[in-house]
């Protein structure tokens, strides 16, 4: 078992650029989601798909898409990347049964820093 | 919606020192995540409570769900302790999405 695994680790983008994070789960989860985590602020979710073939937003959303590929697979896009977006971007995935609770498995981060 | 603080924001302990870090919320709750991120960046999970007690090793959850409050423990602490400890709930009360909302996170460094 991979877990929740996340490419690429390291990443360095001119503004305007695009790109696409990578993210897939192993572990047959039906919940994925994608947070970013900036110094001095807690995670904060962008997007997550509940199950698949569903997207919503999260609390910081602008400047980012979303594809649920398939049950294991779900990626974050920057159209036109901005410095604004530079930060560490976790994915994570869990199984979400009604109101009952599950742990959340993250994967090991990306590093973006756009220029 | 749910909010939720931790305190102390950074926490420096002598190696042995019992530790504690307190985490704050809102809004009731299933269950309350608390998560460890390593100096090199992973998020793993150490527990998930919803009622009382649970220990793992030197690690200690309690919850108390009435004052809407949680502490970790950390006896006997250890340089490798030294990570950032971070609290986390549910967005809502009773939400299906699952959605969880982050404390800022404790920066612990144990020193020998």
């Known amino acids: 078992n991979a877990g929740v695994t996340q490419t690429p680790k390291f990443q360095v983008l001119k503004t305007g650029q695009s790109m696409t994070l990578q993210c897939a789960q192993d572990m047959n989860h039906n919940s994925m989601y994608w947070y970013r985590q900036d110094p001095g602020m807690g995670l904060r979710l962008i997007y997550y798909s509940a199950s698949e073939g569903t997207t919503d937003k999260g609390e910081v959303p602008n400047g980012y898409n979303v594809s649920r590929l398939n049950k294991r697979e779900f990626s974050l896009r920057l159209e036109s990347a901005a410095p604004s977006q530079t930060s560490v971007y976790f994915c994570?995935?869990?199984?979400?049964?009604?109101?009952?609770?599950?742990?959340?498995?993250f994967g090991p981060g990306t590093r973006l820093t756009v220029l | 919606k749910n909010e939720v603080e931790q305190s102390p924001q950074n926490l420096t302990a002598q190696e042995g020192e019992f530790i504690t870090i307190n985490c704050s919320y809102s809004?009731?709750?299933?269950?309350l995540h608390w998560l460890q991120q390593h100096p090199g960046g992973g998020i793993v999970s150490l527990f998930m409570?919803?009622?009382g007690k649970k220990k793992h090793g030197r690690l200690i959850a309690t919850i108390n769900i009435q004052e809407k409050h949680s502490s970790l423990h950390i006896t006997a602490s250890h340089p490798r302790d030294s990570a950032v400890y971070i609290c986390?709930?549910?967005?809502?009360?009773?939400?299906?999405?699952?959605?969880?909302?982050f404390g800022k996170g404790t920066k612990l460094s144990v020193k020998p």
């Open positions: 986390a709930v549910p967005e809502y009360y009773g939400g299906s999405q699952g959605n969880l909302i």
């Open positions: 809004v009731g709750i299933s269950a």
């Open positions: 409570l919803s009622s």
């Open positions: 994570a995935s869990r199984v979400v049964q009604g109101r009952i609770d599950n742990e959340q498995f």
